[in-house]
């Protein structure tokens, strides 16, 4: 299994945030990134949530995404 970075790592905080941005080769985490964007942009309480299902997604797609997750580090 692909190693993902904690939900701790300042990483899924710049992702949500839309610091960081990344085109990825799977689609479906680019969807899952622009949707946890905007919803963090409309409300900041959601922020950590939003942080959360991000990893959990990252997670379950591990093999496909990590490579490109390491390259945002």
Same mark, same amino acid.
């Given at each position: 299994?692909?190693?993902?970075?904690?939900?701790?790592?300042?990483?899924?905080? /710049?992702?949500?945030s839309?610091? #960081?941005? !990344? &085109?990825?080769?799977?689609? @479906?985490?680019?969807?899952?990134?622009?949707?946890?964007? /905007?919803?963090?942009?409309?409300? #900041?309480? !959601? &922020?950590?949530?939003?942080? @959360?299902?991000?990893?959990?997604?990252?997670?379950?797609?591990g093999?496909?995404?990590?490579?490109?997750?390491?390259?945002?580090?």
């Amino acid at each position: 299994m692909a190693q993902i970075p904690p939900p701790g790592d300042p990483l899924w905080d /710049r992702m949500v945030s839309g610091a #960081t941005s !990344r &085109k990825f080769s799977l689609f @479906a985490a680019n969807m899952a990134v622009a949707r946890a964007v /905007r919803i963090a942009a409309s409300d #900041t309480a !959601r &922020k950590p949530a939003m942080i @959360a299902e991000l990893h959990q997604f990252f997670s379950k797609y591990g093999d496909e995404v990590a490579a490109e997750l390491g390259a945002l580090k």
